[in-house]
């Protein structure tokens, strides 16, 4: 069961002015390729899983960034943990 969420929202630094949107997806990449549950939203995405994993994919994501060119890249991340079990359907379920 998951105990965590986690919203991260990638800031690649690239140079010279390139389009950092195929880095994001490169990012988003990461996660999907990892298994767990995602959602994308216009400014974040959210993960749900195990919070020592979703950690482990922030690593991955940053890496990732480096591998394709980035000098650097920011991540801003929220997490939501709840040992008993966290899901994003859970704490949306009101808005559904």
Known sequence: M??????????????????TYPLVDEAIKVIDESGV???????ETTMEG???E??????????????KGCASATSQIKIFYKPDGASMDQLTEKYR
Request: no cysteine; proline share 5%; glycine share 2%.
């Open 2 to 19: 998951a105990n965590a969420l986690l919203s991260i929202q990638m800031i690649p630094k690239a140079e010279n002015g390139v389009d």
């Open 37 to 43: 549950k995602y959602q994308v939203n216009p400014l």
């Open 50 to 52: 195990n919070l020592s």
């Open 54 to 67: 979703l950690l482990q994919i922030v690593e991955k994501m940053n890496e990732k960034m480096v591998e």
